[in-house]
Nanobody
Framework: QVQLVESGGGLVQPGGSLRLSCAAS????????MGWYRQAPGKQRELVAH???????NYADSVKGRFTISRDNAKNTVYLQMNSLKPEDTAVYYC???????????????WGQGTQVTVSS
């Protein structure tokens, strides 16, 4: 009943930029924290960045100064602007969100399907 749809991944050269988007749709009463995770082959999934409903942000040390997370509450969308990309940023990027589907629901964690980001010359 709730779906997160990601877009914006692709192939980019080192030093380049990409902007990822993730839009939530379906039964949504409230959205709380939204975030981005990534997983490279053979590695653990790790938090990249998250943003609260009050727009407080947090970033992994490896992306600080290069990535910016933002959200548009009117569109139920979270973004990840990625600049100065490095080969080690190559991974599948997943968005997630804390969502209360209805006023009488508890809060659930939802995940997007993932989008591939490849940084290579």
């Amino acid at each position: 009943q709730v779906q997160l749809v990601e877009s914006g991944g692709g192939l980019v050269q080192p030093g380049g930029s990409l902007r990822l988007s993730c839009a939530a749709s379906g039964s949504i009463f409230s959205i709380y924290t939204m975030g981005w995770y990534r997983q490279a082959p053979g590695k653990q999934r790790e938090l990249v960045a998250h943003i609260t409903s009050h727009t407080t942000t947090n970033y992994a040390d490896s992306v600080k100064g290069r990535f910016t997370i933002s959200r548009d509450n009117a569109k139920n969308t979270v973004y990840l602007q990625m600049n100065s990309l490095k080969p080690e940023d190559t991974a599948v990027y997943y968005c997630n969100a804390e969502i209360r589907p209805t006023p009488v629901s508890t809060i659930y964690i939802y995940w997007g399907q993932g989008t591939q980001v490849t940084v290579s010359s």
